[in-house]
């Protein structure tokens, strides 16, 4: 899977990976390990006044064979504030003619009535959750064309019909007290890896962000980006994105509010038995690309900064996480959804700033470990709410 994400492929690992400069951040293990009960005893940091929750994915949850309605009820039973709802455009605009956004209805009114704020994703092309790529078919003629930047002028139409989706999703919805901010886009500028090498310039986003803005000048704005947690992640990213800046550059110009997505271990490949995976815990590239966002949101009078994904389901070398009875996988088992929350708080309290809100990733995956028998990630994230 991050291979794929980062536009990496195998031929990389036999051509001396191992021997790189970032080799300290590589590790080989068994990829699923006994589920034991660390996460009973994992302490929590304090969260002060940042706000805690989750983002909710129908197609994960589809993909999962899992019931999408007695999915969401149960995750908006527990005590966080805030989830995130995405505006899928080829759900709401399966054909041309065709607006149909009764399913989001449903979402955003069943979080309403659990008492949750909302950051509503309205997209238009990118949108949380795999496989991030939501244009209708029938707006798009051709498909786009790899390692190519799909600029504004190249693409009129097609930023038109994005325009003119967000601004619907937006006047539908912005009545509604419940939503606090707009996500535009999702990891606004970077490249899907191997799926897709095409990458939205920024002045296409740009448009995307003045539309939303011209629908609702009031609530802010979010952008996120995925933070490059180790050497390998960060290589990646400077090396496809030099010409115009990653997707954190571009929040922090365009946004109001700055999300981060933090996946700090996560599978490259499988190696017979056992998987090779990068851990960038203590990788030097990631504290310093963390104090360069501490600065900026030190210096940046009424913007926020947020954790938009915080890990909390595994990231293997599969598209989807693996299930496997009595185990955990080793990229996130259960302890690790809280101390990689427990990391954000010691880190974002040492700077002097306060984090404007985390959400975990991985919800669904937790439902779905449950019904297999395994409550121990929902009983972490549970942790967390009561003792943070």
């Given at each position: 899977m991050l291979l794929r994400k980062l536009g990496i492929g195998a031929g990389l690992i036999s051509a001396g990976l191992l021997a790189l400069p970032f080799a300290g951040?590589?590790?080989?293990?068994?990829?699923?390990?006994?589920?034991?009960?660390a996460w009973q005893r994992t302490p929590v940091e304090r969260r002060g006044s940042t706000r805690l929750g989750?983002?909710?994915r129908p197609p994960q949850v589809e993909a999962l064979g899992l019931d999408a309605t007695s999915i969401l009820r149960n995750l908006l039973s527990y005590p966080f504030e805030l989830i995130r709802l995405g505006a899928y455009w080829n759900r709401i605009e399966p054909r041309s003619g065709v607006f149909d956004p009764s399913d989001l209805d449903w979402q955003v009114e069943a979080a309403e009535r659990a008492g949750k704020q909302i950051v509503l994703a309205v997209g238009a092309l990118k949108t949380f959750g795999y496989p991030e790529l939501f244009v209708p078919a029938h707006r798009l003629a051709h498909p786009l064309p790899e390692g190519k930047l799909i600029g504004p002028a190249e693409?009129?139409?097609?930023?038109?019909?994005?325009?003119?989706?967000?601004?619907?999703?937006?006047?539908?919805?912005?009545?509604?007290?419940?939503?606090?901010?707009?996500?535009?886009e999702h990891e606004a500028v970077d490249p899907l890896g191997l799926e897709h090498s095409w990458r939205l310039a920024a002045a296409f986003v740009e448009q995307e962000v003045a539309a939303v803005r011209a629908a609702d000048p009031a609530r802010p704005i979010l952008m996120n980006s995925f933070f490059p947690a180790s050497h390998l992640v960060a290589l990646s990213q400077w090396w496809q994105m030099r010409d115009q800046g990653d997707s954190l550059a571009v929040a922090q110009r365009l946004a109001d509010v700055v999300g981060i997505d933090y996946y700090p271990r996560h599978a490259l490949l499988r190696l017979g038995g056992r998987t090779l995976y990068v851990d960038g815990a203590r990788s030097f590239w990631q504290r310093r690309v963390r104090a360069?966002?501490?600065?900026?949101?030190?210096?940046?009078a009424g913007r926020r900064l947020m954790i938009t994904e915080g890990q909390a389901e595994p990231w293997?070398?599969?598209?989807?996480?693996?299930?496997?009875?009595?185990?955990?996988?080793?990229?996130?088992?259960?302890?690790?959804?809280?101390?990689?929350?427990?990391?954000w708080m010691r880190w974002a309290r040492g700077a002097g700033i306060t984090l404007d809100a985390?959400?975990?990733?991985?919800?669904?995956?937790?439902?779905?470990?449950q019904q297999s028998g395994d409550p121990s990630y929902l009983r972490a994230f549970e942790r967390v709410l009561t003792h943070a």
């Open positions: 951040e590589l590790r080989i293990r068994s990829s699923s390990q006994p589920l034991t009960d989750i983002s909710f693409y009129g139409s097609l930023l038109a019909a994005a325009q003119e989706f967000s601004t619907r999703i937006v006047e539908r919805y912005r009545d509604r007290a419940s939503i606090v901010a707009w996500q535009v360069q966002v501490f600065d900026w949101a030190r210096a940046s293997e070398a599969v598209t989807m996480p693996p299930n496997p009875p009595g185990q955990a996988m080793a990229s996130c088992r259960p302890e690790d959804l809280i101390e990689y929350y427990n990391r985390y959400l975990f990733w991985g919800a669904e995956y937790w439902m779905l470990r």
